[in-house]
């Protein structure tokens, strides 16, 4: 037992050091550069075509088109055909463009001070005031303005060069409140043969206080000018988020972050997907303005994809991608050069690729690069492996000497210390038992002596005083008992 226990032993030693090696070798990915690649700057306007039916004097038809903002921010591609998260506030506007339109088409068409906003006014003339209330929504059968209304999105890919023209996208799905998760798909071109970009969902938002996170989108639309901000923020309390969201606060109390971020928000990122600090996936969305910007988890994204109809998944662009910013991030830049330039061939203008690809062809070769130590010294490696098999190998050693040494410690048995000695040995005692069985110990290793003719008698001078019923084997001169018929040691036969 003792043996099998330090084998045992020697192996798990073993196993652990030739393990080192592997353990010491992981691979860390990019805490944004995962997500970045499928941000897109998201803006959206409605497009009102109005006519004015102006019968005060002669029956005149005033025609007007007016593009009413309704909002920017930023977005995130979830699959390779198009599907897009962002905010319903960005891509929906709660109030009523036609009132918009409304409003301007009288103040241009009448030539009165009506403000180009969405409330409803009253004017000090009576038939005006009549002909503007009639003109304003919902229609009836004597209104006076007729309406169609469009919206017009365009999202903005992070590409280069950049994108002037953008790409339409649809609302497929709009949520129940403004700072609901909305979904878009893209209906226009999209560049590249195998899809877009997508980023990573994460499978839950961490519910530690103080998590770090990331938060990356637009100020404005993507060009030479204009790159992606990265802004760092941490959670606030609370597992779950919710529909109201959870706040951010800075653990150290040296910033603001709901203010930093609402300021953000009002720019432009509103929408931005947070990025997890761990792995680079998204956690969640940044909603609100203002002093008081939130996230809401990745709970509700997944829920407004699924009523949707649509599912979030990663395509070919994203598999090349992950695994040439495995390489680079492990520092093997030679073999990480060829992976981002397969990326581009994928999706050309690819940002983050190009910017990669360009330091991996600046590193390659060089004192950093992992790779090209591996191609000069093969055999060997940053840590090598000889010094743990040598050693696993000792340790063997060590655990077949240690069994060795406590099996021959083991005592050897004594023999019982009423044996008769024959020639220098104890000998197995004497059955005295009065049956005709005769007992042959043939597991007890035992001299072999010369038979001697010699046969003992009473008449024998030695023996004379001794009791002449007691006998003796005439081979080895043990003594024998009364009804035995062969010797208990030797098997002679008696010779009575």
Not at 369 to 378: C, E, F, N
């Amino acid at each position: 037992m003792a043996r099998l226990t330090a084998l045992a032993g020697g192996a798990v030693v073993a196993l652990v050091l030739l393990a080192l090696p592997v353990t010491a070798h992981e691979h860390p990915s990019g805490i944004t550069d995962l997500v970045t690649p499928a941000v897109v700057r998201v803006e959206a306007t409605a497009h009102v075509e109005i006519t004015l039916l102006d019968h005060i004097g002669d029956l005149v038809h005033v025609e007007r088109s007016y593009d009413v903002p309704i909002g920017v921010g930023t977005g995130t591609v979830v699959n390779p055909e198009g599907a897009i998260v962002t905010l319903t506030r960005v891509v929906k506007n709660e109030q009523d463009v036609a009132v918009y339109a409304a409003n301007r088409i009288f103040a241009e068409h009448h030539d009165v001070k009506i403000p180009a906003d969405f409330e409803r006014h009253k004017l000090k003339d009576d038939l005006l005031d009549k002909h503007l209330r009639q003109c304003y929504p919902p229609k009836s059968a004597k209104a006076t303005c007729i309406f169609e209304v469009t919206t017009d999105i365009t999202v903005f890919p992070n590409v280069s060069p950049a994108d002037p023209k953008g790409i339409k996208a649809e609302l497929v799905k709009a949520g129940s409140r403004p700072d609901s998760p909305a979904v878009l798909t893209t209906s226009g071109r999209i560049i590249g043969s195998v899809g877009l970009p997508t980023a990573p969902l994460a499978d839950k938002v961490p519910d530690q206080q103080g998590s770090p996170t990331n938060i990356a989108g637009f100020l404005g639309r993507p060009g030479p000018n204009v790159k992606e901000t990265v802004e760092i923020a941490h959670l606030g309390k609370g597992g779950g988020t919710g529909e109201k969201g959870r706040q951010f606060a800075d653990p150290d109390k040296k910033v603001d972050e709901p203010v930093k971020m609402g300021g953000l928000a009002d720019r432009g990122l509103r929408g931005a997907p947070v990025i997890g600090d761990k792995d680079g996936h998204i956690i969640g969305m940044l909603i609100g303005g203002g002093k008081d910007a939130r996230m809401i988890g990745v709970r509700e994204i997944n829920a407004a994809l699924t009523k949707a109809g649509v599912a979030p998944r990663r395509g070919p662009i994203d598999t090349a991608f992950e695994a040439a910013l495995t390489r680079y991030h492990t520092k093997y830049y030679t073999e990480a050069a060829p992976g981002f330039q397969r990326v581009l061939e994928l999706y050309p203008g690819n940002v983050v690729a190009a910017s990669l690809l360009k330091d991996s062809l600046a590193k390659r070769g060089g004192p950093e690069d992992q790779g090209t130590k591996k191609a000069a010294a093969p055999v060997s490696r940053s840590t090598p492996l000889w010094p743990f098999i040598v050693v696993a190998g000792v340790l063997f050693m060590a655990a077949g000497a240690g069994a060795f040494v406590l099996w021959r410690r083991r005592a050897p048995e004594e023999p019982p210390p009423d044996l008769p000695l024959v020639a220098g040995q104890r000998q197995p005692p004497l059955d005295e038992g009065s049956n005709q069985t005769v007992v042959v110990r043939r597991s007890q290793p035992f001299a072999i002596i010369p038979q001697q003719k010699q046969v003992l008698t009473t008449q024998d001078p030695s023996v004379r005083s001794q009791d002449p019923s007691v006998k003796y084997c005439t081979a080895c001169g043990m003594r024998l008992g009364h009804a035995h018929r062969f010797c208990g040691y030797c098997g002679h036969p008696s010779e009575t």
